[in-house]
């Protein structure tokens, strides 16, 4: 936890680290439906845009500021350059070292990490072998339930709604999203901003009370 | 039944909040959309205060 960043918020903050690709867009959106309507607060290094910021500077305050971390180590595979991407095992590697090495909050930490098929991970990255990691198999409803569980067990009391409940209104909001999308003043879904998309969904939820 | 409160903190988008508010309850209010609207029985979602 750093300066301007109360306890109260670090403790609802997940890290969101992940691959920004069109492919995945239906995975990242499905985790940021997830984390919001578990009362969380996805965090990204699409929160913000500063020419002026360094990159890696935003991703460790982004850490530094996240209780919770959601890693999906899935694309690692090569890319067209056929070179693999090691930018979600590093900051997973980040967020491992802050919980390792910081202080007393940094210590709270607490990780889910995913990846496509199970034990996958043990051909690129053995050094995890040992901790409990779950497979989505691209799927938008697995993630959710993985991402709803995880919160559920580590939430402290919190109240969460169960993962079909979840899916059901995610469902739902994916069915309006492309006239959500309109009103909104954007000609296709997969055009709007992460800030935008994020409070559209919390608008959403909050106008979703039955 | 205890209604629980799950609250949210808007972000900074390009859109401002009212827009946002405005648009979901244009495409929500639809007859269509009306009918299948769902809630947790329980949970409430409303917006944090800004500190």
Known sequence: MGAGTSAVDYDIKVFINCPFDDFYLPLFRATIFAVYSCGFIPKSSLNENNGLDNRIDKITRLIEHCRYGIHDISRTELNAAELPRFNMPFELGLFYGARRYGNKHQKKKIALILERVKYSYQKFLSDINGIDIQAHENDPYIIIRHIRDWLNTNAGGRIIPGANMVWANYLLFQKQLPELSFAFGYSHANYIPFNDYCNLVMAWLIGTRA | ?51
Not at chain 2, 2 to 17: F, T
Not at chain 2, 31 to 46: A, D, E, H, L, V
């Open chain 2, 1 to 51: 039944m205890r209604i629980r409160h799950i609250k949210l903190q808007k972000l900074e988008g390009s859109v401002p909040w009212d827009v946002v508010v405005e648009a979901v309850k244009f495409v929500m209010e639809k007859p269509k959309y009306k009918k299948q609207k769902k809630g947790f029985r329980n949970i409430k979602y409303t917006l944090r205060k800004e500190s």
